[in-house]
T-cell receptor, first 114, second 109 residues
Framework: DADVTQTPRNRITKTGKRIMLECSQT?????MYWYRQDPGLGLQLIYY???????NKGEISDGYSVSRQAQAKFSLSLESAIPNQTALYFC?????????????FGPGTRLTVL | GQNIDQPTEMTATEGAIVQINCTYQ??????LFWYQQHAGEAPTFLSY??LDGLEEKGRFSSFLSRSKGYSYLLLKELQMKDSASYLC??????????WGAGTKLIIKP
């Protein structure tokens, strides 16, 4: 079974709709992240959470919100989707006790906003 | 600002050796990562360097020079399955990962 799972894997929606992307992990990691990836660009950090009570904005948080429901669950919401939010979205986790803080990624959600 | 540079695309021949370079300018340094990403899939961890020198892991090796802000990933005995994008990322002084745009490696028979 995958250690980091994302649902849905693909989603097509319309401008103005509210969308929620979900991430779950069985790795027991405290830290969780949401990234978006656009063709030809590097991964861009949207939000990150170092534990259940800690939520931090990344470099591109405008238009997004998150919820850390439990250590194992971290959800990303687009309150009112717009076409330029069409991208591949990845959730990642890392272990606070690991000195390298290596991040491990979920399979991604491909989101299309029409 | 923070910046990571890597070539956009490289082509190599099956069985050969290829070196993918990465230069960085970041606010502090707490390690450099290389990830492999096949098209449409998740990045997967390849290597981590925090001290200068070469780290070897099977067919893949990664080198770091902190004084030069430079790293490379060396892939030996290339296989068709090595066709992928290779992402360089630096952990800065705030323990934020700064990502390069990735190098698309094309392997030809």
């Amino acid at each position: 079974d995958a250690d980091v799972t994302q649902t849905p894997r693909n989603r097509i929606t319309k401008t103005g709709k509210r969308i929620m992307l979900e991430c779950s992990q069985t790795k027991g990691h405290d830290r969780m992240y949401w990234y978006r990836q656009d063709p030809g660009l590097g991964l861009q950090l949207i939000y990150y959470s170092f534990d259940v009570k800690d939520i931090n904005k990344g470099e591109i948080s405008d238009g997004y919100s998150v919820s850390r429901q439990a250590q194992a669950k971290f959800s990303l919401s687009l309150e009112s989707a717009i076409p330029n939010q069409t991208a591949l979205y990845f959730c990642a986790t890392s272990d606070f006790t690991d000195s390298t803080d290596t991040q491990y990624f979920g399979p991604g959600t491909r989101l299309t906003v029409l | 600002g923070q910046n990571i540079d890597q070539p956009t695309e490289m082509t190599a021949t099956e069985g050969a050796i290829v070196q993918i370079n990465c230069t960085y300018q970041t606010s502090g340094f707490n390690g450099l990562f290389w990830y492999q990403q096949h098209a449409g899939e998740a990045p997967t961890f390849l290597s981590y360097n925090v001290l200068d020198g070469l780290e070897e892991k099977g067919r893949f090796s990664s080198f770091l020079s902190r004084s030069k802000g430079y790293s490379y990933l060396l892939l030996k005995e290339l296989q068709m399955k090595d066709s992928a994008s290779y992402l360089c990322a630096v952990l800065d002084s705030n323990y934020q990962l700064i990502w390069g745009a990735g190098t698309k490696l094309i392997i030809k028979p």
